[in-house]
C-alpha cells in the first residue's frame, strides 16, 4: 500500500460535555495545577536566581556549563511532543507494531551528530547553529538558513500546542482556550525570564511528569486486562505483532528499510542540525558531556517508543473486551488514547489529571524550546550581524523581549490554527518538509569543500521546492481520496497521515482507493524518506551549481567547518595503502599555525566571530582534529 498526506475535517472543540466525555475531579485539577505551578517555579527560580547579574550568554546558553543528564533530557523532552504521545500508541492500536523498528534509526541518528556535527559546532564555539553557514559560506546562506528554521518553527509551535488542547476539549470537555492561554502564559514567562536554563531544567521536570503519567496507564491498563502477557497473547492472535517487512519500495509506508534507515535521516533533521537542539550540545560544559547527552538520549528514546508501543497494545486488547462506543469508534485517530484513558482511569482520583499533565509537560517542553531557540537565532543572526550597537546597548532586555514575543506570536499562531480547517495539517506537514533542506545544506557545506555560496543558496531553494512540491501535492492528492470512519474495534482503520517523527504520525485519518501511477506516485512517497528525499536534492543541485560557477577557487575557505571525511576513511585502510595516499607533506610553519588554531577552537578563544572570520580569512587552521592537513584554495 501506499499513501500521501492525509486530510480530513477538522475537529471542533466540544459543546455538549455530556456525550461520552469524562469530566475531571479536584484531585485531577489539583495534580494538573501543580504541573504548571512546579514549572513556573522552576523557571522563575533560574530567573530570580542572580538578578542583575545575568548576561545573554546565561539567557541563551545557559553559560555553557550544563551537565549531561539535565541536557540529555531535555533533548528528550524537545522530541517527545505531546503529538507524539497521542500519536504512538494510536499507530500501534490500528497498524500492529511495525512502527517499533522506528527505535532502529535511533542508533545511527544520533551517533552521527555525536560524533560528526557536535565536534564540529563545538569547537567553532557557536552560538546559532546557522552562524556555521556564515563562516562555511558567507552571511547571505546564513540568513537564509536561519529564516528557513523561523519559518518552520513558527508554523509548527501554535499547532503543537492547538491539537492536543482541541483533542482534549472533544474528548474531556476540559475548556480549550483556558488550557491554551494558561500553558501559553506560563511557558512564555518562564521562558522569557529564566532563559535557557530554566528551560532545560523545567524540561527535566516534565520528562519526569511524561514517564511517570504513560507509566500508570500502562499498570492500570494491564492489570485490567490479565497482565502483559495476556495482552502480547491477545495482539499475536488479532496479528499486532509485527514481523520484519523487508520491502525495500520506499512507497510503502512503514517498511524495516524505511523505519530504520529513512528515519535515520529524519533524526538527522532533528539532532543534528536543528536549534532547538544544537542549542542544548552547546551550552554543555564541555564536549565530551555534549558527546555524552547525545549517547545518554538513545536508550530514553527506547524506553519512550516502548512505553507509547505497550499502552497501544493495552489499548487493543481492552477494547477487545470492552467494545467502544459509537461516539469513541467515530472519532479522529488522535482522540482514540484520551478516551482510552479517561475510560480507563475513571474512579481513580488524580490518575486522569497526571496523564493530562504527561500531556501537556509534552507541549510545553517542545513550545519552550522553541521559544529559545528563535529568540536566540533572531538575536544571534538578524539583530546581532546587522545591528551591532542595537545588540549590545541592551541585550539582556532584547533576548527576553524576543523570546516573550514569541510567546505571544504563538499564542496568535493557535487562534490562526482554529480557523486553518484542513490546512491544519498541511502546517503540520511543513515542519517535515524543512527539516531536510536545512540538513542537506549543512551536510553539502561540512563533507563537500568544493561547494560555494551559491551552489548552497540554489541547493538549499531546490530542496524547498522539491519539499513542497511532494508534500503539498501530497496533501492535495488525499483531499480527492475517499475518507472513511474507523471501525469500533481497529480491524481495518484507514491509513493515517504521513507526518515527520517530530510530530509522529496521526492527525487525521486517510486512505487511496487504489495504486497511483506517474506524478501521483511520487506523491505517496514514505514520509520516511522525506528528509532523506529532501537533502540529497539540495546536495545534488548544490553541487552541480558550485562546480558550474567555479568551486571554491578566489574564495577563503576555513577548514575547521569541514568534516574530514577523505582522512576518516583513509585510516580505515592498510598502513601499505595508506602511505600511497597521504595527503601530502607541509611546511613547519603551517603545523605550529594548525595546531595554535586547535588549541584556541578547545580552550573557547575565538568566541567573537570577528576572530573566527580572522582565521577563516587565514587559511591556517586544521582541518577537523588533525592539525597536519591542511586545506589549500589549489587542491579545491
Same mark, same amino acid.
Given at each position: 500500500?501506499?499513501?500521501?498526506?492525509?486530510?480530513?475535517?477538522?475537529?471542533?472543540?466540544?459543546?455538549?460535555?455530556?456525550?461520552?466525555?469524562?469530566?475531571?475531579?479536584?484531585?485531577?485539577?489539583?495534580?494538573?495545577?501543580?504541573?504548571?505551578?512546579?514549572?513556573?517555579?522552576?523557571? *522563575?527560580?533560574?530567573?530570580?536566581?542572580?538578578?542583575?547579574?545575568?548576561?545573554?550568554?546565561?539567557?541563551?546558553?545557559?553559560?555553557?556549563?550544563?551537565?549531561?543528564?539535565?541536557?540529555?533530557?531535555?533533548?528528550?523532552?524537545?522530541?517527545?511532543?505531546?503529538?507524539?504521545?497521542?500519536?504512538?500508541?494510536?499507530?500501534?492500536?490500528?497498524?500492529?507494531?511495525?512502527?517499533?523498528?522506528?527505535?532502529?534509526?535511533?542508533?545511527?541518528?544520533?551517533?552521527?551528530?555525536?560524533?560528526?556535527?557536535?565536534?564540529?559546532?563545538?569547537?567553532?564555539?557557536?552560538?546559532?547553529?546557522?552562524?556555521?553557514?556564515?563562516?562555511?559560506?558567507?552571511?547571505?546562506?546564513?540568513?537564509?538558513?536561519?529564516?528557513?528554521?523561523i519559518f518552520q518553527m513558527v508554523i509548527y509551535m501554535g499547532v503543537v500546542l492547538y491539537a492536543p488542547s482541541l483533542?482534549?476539549?472533544?474528548?474531556?470537555?476540559?475548556?480549550?482556550?483556558?488550557?491554551?492561554?494558561?500553558?501559553?502564559?506560563?511557558?512564555?514567562?518562564?521562558?522569557?525570564?529564566?532563559?535557557?536554563?530554566?528551560?532545560?531544567?523545567?524540561?527535566?521536570?516534565?520528562?519526569?511528569?511524561?514517564?511517570?503519567?504513560?507509566?500508570?496507564?500502562?499498570?492500570?491498563?494491564?492489570?485490567?486486562?490479565?497482565?502483559?502477557?495476556?495482552?502480547?497473547?491477545?495482539?499475536?492472535?488479532?496479528?499486532?505483532?509485527?514481523?520484519?517487512?523487508?520491502?525495500?519500495?520506499?512507497?510503502?509506508?512503514?517498511?524495516?528499510?524505511?523505519?530504520?534507515?529513512?528515519?535515520?535521516?529524519?533524526?538527522?533533521?532533528?539532532?543534528?542540525?536543528?536549534?532547538?537542539?544544537?542549542?542544548?550540545? *552547546?551550552?554543555?560544559?564541555?564536549?565530551?558531556?555534549?558527546?555524552?547527552?547525545?549517547?545518554?538520549?538513545?536508550?530514553?528514546?527506547?524506553?519512550?517508543?516502548?512505553?507509547?508501543?505497550?499502552?497501544?497494545?493495552?489499548?487493543?486488547?481492552?477494547?477487545?473486551?470492552?467494545?467502544?462506543?459509537?461516539?469513541?469508534?467515530?472519532?479522529?485517530?488522535?482522540?482514540?488514547?484520551?478516551?482510552?484513558?479517561?475510560?480507563? !482511569?475513571?474512579?481513580?482520583?488524580?490518575?486522569?489529571?497526571?496523564?493530562?499533565?504527561?500531556?501537556?509537560?509534552?507541549?510545553?517542553?517542545?513550545?519552550?524550546?522553541?521559544?529559545?531557540?528563535?529568540?536566540?537565532?533572531?538575536?544571534?543572526?538578524?539583530?546581532?550581524?546587522?545591528?551591532?550597537?542595537?545588540?549590545?546597548?541592551?541585550?539582556?532586555?532584547?533576548?527576553?523581549?524576543?523570546?516573550?514575543?514569541?510567546?505571544?506570536?504563538? *499564542?496568535?499562531?493557535?487562534?490562526?490554527?482554529?480557523?486553518?480547517?484542513?490546512?491544519?495539517?498541511?502546517?503540520?506537514?511543513?515542519?517535515?518538509?524543512?527539516?531536510?533542506?536545512?540538513?542537506?545544506?549543512?551536510?553539502?557545506?561540512?563533507?563537500?569543500?568544493?561547494?560555494?555560496?551559491?551552489?548552497?543558496?540554489?541547493?538549499?531553494?531546490?530542496?524547498?521546492?522539491?519539499?513542497?512540491?511532494?508534500?503539498?501535492?501530497?496533501?492535495?492528492?488525499?483531499?480527492?481520496?475517499?475518507?472513511?470512519?474507523?471501525?469500533?474495534?481497529?480491524?481495518?482503520?484507514?491509513?493515517?497521515?504521513?507526518?515527520?517523527?517530530?510530530?509522529?504520525?496521526?492527525?487525521?485519518?486517510?486512505?487511496?482507493?487504489?495504486?497511483?501511477?506517474?506524478?501521483?506516485?511520487?506523491?505517496?512517497?514514505?514520509?520516511?524518506?522525506?528528509?532523506?528525499?529532501?537533502?540529497?536534492?539540495?546536495?545534488?543541485?548544490?553541487?552541480?551549481?558550485?562546480?558550474?560557477?567555479?568551486?571554491?577557487?578566489?574564495?577563503?575557505?576555513?577548514?575547521?567547518?569541514?568534516?574530514?571525511?577523505?582522512?576518516? !576513511?583513509?585510516?580505515? *585502510?592498510?598502513?601499505?595503502?595508506?602511505?600511497?595516499?597521504?595527503?601530502?607533506?607541509?611546511?613547519?610553519?603551517?603545523?605550529?599555525?594548525?595546531?595554535?588554531?586547535?588549541?584556541?577552537?578547545?580552550?573557547?578563544?575565538?568566541?567573537?566571530?570577528?576572530?573566527?572570520?580572522?582565521?577563516?580569512?587565514?587559511?591556517?587552521?586544521?582541518?577537523?582534529?588533525?592539525?597536519?592537513?591542511?586545506?589549500?584554495?589549489?587542491?579545491?
Amino acid at each position: 500500500m501506499s499513501v500521501g498526506l492525509g486530510i480530513s475535517a477538522p475537529l471542533t472543540p466540544t459543546s455538549d460535555t455530556s456525550m461520552g466525555t469524562s469530566t475531571f475531579s479536584l484531585a485531577d485539577y489539583v495534580v494538573f495545577i501543580l504541573l504548571l505551578v512546579f514549572s513556573l517555579a522552576i523557571g *522563575l527560580y533560574h530567573a530570580f536566581r542572580g538578578w542583575g547579574r545575568h548576561t545573554v550568554g546565561e539567557l541563551l546558553m545557559a553559560d555553557r556549563k550544563m551537565d549531561c543528564f539535565p541536557v540529555a533530557l531535555s533533548l528528550l523532552a524537545t522530541f517527545q511532543s505531546a503529538v507524539a504521545i497521542l500519536g504512538v500508541p494510536s499507530e500501534i492500536y490500528r497498524f500492529g507494531t511495525q512502527y517499533w523498528f522506528l527505535g532502529c534509526c535511533y542508533f545511527l541518528g544520533l551517533l552521527i551528530p555525536a560524533h560528526i556535527f557536535i565536534p564540529v559546532f563545538y569547537r567553532l564555539h557557536l552560538t546559532s547553529a546557522y552562524e556555521y553557514l556564515e563562516l562555511r559560506f558567507n552571511k547571505t546562506v546564513r540568513v537564509c538558513g536561519t529564516m528557513t528554521f523561523i519559518f518552520q518553527m513558527v508554523i509548527y509551535m501554535g499547532v503543537v500546542l492547538y491539537a492536543p488542547s482541541l483533542a482534549l476539549n472533544a474528548v474531556t470537555g476540559f475548556d480549550l482556550w483556558l488550557s491554551v492561554l494558561t500553558l501559553g502564559i506560563v511557558c512564555t514567562i518562564y521562558t522569557s525570564l529564566g532563559g535557557l536554563k530554566a528551560v532545560i531544567w523545567t524540561d527535566v521536570f516534565q520528562t519526569l511528569v511524561m514517564f511517570f503519567g504513560q507509566l500508570a496507564v500502562i499498570i492500570v491498563g494491564s492489570a485490567k486486562v490479565g497482565g502483559l502477557g495476556h495482552v502480547w497473547a491477545v495482539a499475536s492472535q488479532h496479528g499486532r505483532i509485527s514481523g520484519i517487512e523487508l520491502d525495500p519500495d520506499p512507497f510503502v509506508r512503514h517498511t524495516f528499510w524505511t523505519l530504520a534507515f529513512g528515519g535515520v535521516f529524519m533524526m538527522l533533521s532533528l539532532y543534528g542540525v536543528n536549534q532547538a537542539q544544537v542549542q542544548r550540545y *552547546l551550552s554543555s560544559r564541555t564536549e565530551k558531556a555534549a558527546v555524552l547527552s547525545c549517547y545518554a538520549v538513545f536508550p530514553c528514546q527506547q524506553v519512550a517508543l516502548c512505553m507509547g508501543c505497550l499502552i497501544g497494545l493495552v489499548m487493543f486488547v481492552y477494547y477487545q473486551e470492552h467494545p467502544m462506543s459509537i461516539q469513541q469508534a467515530q472519532a479522529a485517530p488522535d482522540q482514540f488514547v484520551l478516551y482510552f484513558v479517561m475510560d480507563l !482511569l475513571k474512579g481513580l482520583p488524580g490518575l486522569p489529571g497526571l496523564f493530562v499533565a504527561c500531556l501537556f509537560s509534552g507541549s510545553l517542553s517542545t513550545i519552550s524550546s522553541a521559544f529559545n531557540s528563535l529568540a536566540t537565532v533572531t538575536m544571534e543572526d538578524l539583530i546581532r550581524p546587522w545591528f551591532p550597537e542595537f545588540a549590545e546597548a541592551r541585550p539582556i532586555m532584547l533576548s527576553r523581549g524576543l523570546a516573550f514575543g514569541y510567546g505571544l506570536l504563538c *499564542l496568535g499562531m493557535v487562534y490562526i490554527s482554529s480557523q486553518m480547517g484542513p490546512v491544519l495539517q498541511a502546517a503540520i506537514s511543513i515542519f517535515g518538509m524543512i527539516g531536510g533542506p536545512l540538513l542537506g545544506l549543512f551536510c553539502l557545506g561540512m563533507f563537500f569543500p568544493c561547494a560555494n555560496p551559491p551552489g548552497a543558496v540554489v541547493g538549499l531553494l531546490a530542496g524547498l521546492v522539491m519539499a513542497f512540491w511532494i508534500g503539498i501535492g501530497s496533501i492535495v492528492i488525499s483531499m480527492g481520496s475517499h475518507i472513511s470512519l474507523p471501525p469500533t474495534n481497529g480491524s481495518s482503520f484507514s491509513l493515517p497521515s504521513n507526518l515527520t517523527v517530530a510530530t509522529v504520525t496521526t492527525l487525521m485519518p486517510s486512505t487511496t482507493l487504489s495504486k497511483p501511477t506517474g506524478l501521483r506516485r511520487l506523491y505517496s512517497l514514505s514520509y520516511l524518506w522525506y528528509s532523506a528525499h529532501n537533502s540529497t536534492t539540495v546536495i545534488v543541485v548544490g553541487l552541480i551549481v558550485s562546480l558550474l560557477t567555479g568551486g571554491m577557487r578566489g574564495r577563503s575557505l576555513n577548514p575547521a567547518t569541514i568534516y574530514p571525511v577523505w582522512p576518516k !576513511l583513509r585510516a580505515l *585502510l592498510p598502513l601499505s595503502c595508506q602511505k600511497r595516499l597521504h595527503c601530502g607533506s607541509y611546511s613547519q610553519n603551517h603545523l605550529i599555525d594548525g595546531e595554535l588554531f586547535s588549541k584556541k577552537l578547545r580552550n573557547g578563544v575565538l568566541g567573537d566571530s570577528r576572530d573566527k572570520e580572522a582565521m577563516a580569512l587565514d587559511g591556517t587552521a586544521p582541518q577537523g582534529n588533525n592539525p597536519t592537513c591542511v586545506l589549500h584554495e589549489t587542491s579545491l
